[in-house]
C-alpha cells in the first residue's frame, strides 16, 4: 500500500473514532446543537428588540453572525480531543502502530467537517423557525456562504489542534481557546453593526476578521454591499490554514517524539 493510500485509508478510520466519541460525550454534543440554539433564542427575543439593524429584521442580521461564531467556536472539539489523547497517552500508542503519523491531524481536521455541517443544520432549523430568511440571494451564493462556513471551520480546526497540542489538560485546552475568541466575537459585527460602536472599538471591529465573514456571509445571503468581506474571507481561511497547520503538525512531531 503506497504512502497516500494508507494516510487516507487510517484518516477515514480515524475520523470515524472521532465521530463515534460524540454520542458518548454529552458535552461535545450539547455544543453542536443546544448551545447554538440557546444563542440564537437568547439574542433574537431577548436582546432583539433593543437592538437596531436599519433596513432588517434583527434576526436576519444575526444569523449569519451567529452561524459565523458558532462554526469557529466548533474547533474546540478538536483542541479538547487532542489534549486528552496527549494526556491519556493514546500519541504514543499511535506511534507505536504501524500507521500513518499524518492521519491523527487530518482525521481530527476532517472529522470537524462533518461536525459544522452538523451544526449548519441545526442552526439552519431553529433560524427559520425564528422567521429568518434568505433576501434575494441565489443558490449559488446561498452554497458559497455555506462553502465559506465550512472552509473557517476547517482553518479553526487548525488553530485549534495547536491549542490543544500544547494544552497540558483539555480544562486548559478550553480556556485558552474560549478566552481568545469570546472577546473577539463579540467586538465584531457578529451581534451588532459595527458602525454602532464607539471609536476606538469600532475601528477594531471593522479590522476584526469576525467582522469580514460575517459581513461575507450577510452580502451572500442578504445582499447587503459586498465590497471586499467576500474574498478577504478566503483570504483570511487561507491565511490560518497555512500559518497554523504547519505549527500543529510541528507541534504533533514533538508531542509523538517524545
Known sequence: MSALAMTVSDTLVLAQRNLMR????????VAYTIQPVMFVLLF????GGAIQTPGFDYVDFLMPG???QSIAFGGFVTALGLSEDVKKG???????LPMSRAAVLTA??????LLNILSLCVLFAVGFLAGFNFINATAGEIALGIVLLLFMGYAFSWVFALVGLFSSTPETANSIGFTVLFPLTFASSVFVPAASMPDGLRQFAEANPFTTWSDAIRSLWLGTPANSDVW???????ALTAIFAPLAVARYRKV???
Open 44 to 47: 433574537v427575543y431577548v436582546f
Open 108 to 113: 481530527r481536521t476532517s472529522s470537524d467537517i
Open 90 to 96: 493514546l500519541i504514543d500508542r499511535f506511534r507505536s
Open 256 to 258: 509523538a517524539s517524545k
Open 22 to 29: 460524540i454520542p458518548r460525550q454529552p458535552d461535545l454534543l
Open 232 to 238: 478577504m474571507s478566503f483570504v483570511w481561511c487561507v
Open 66 to 68: 451567529i452561524i459565523v
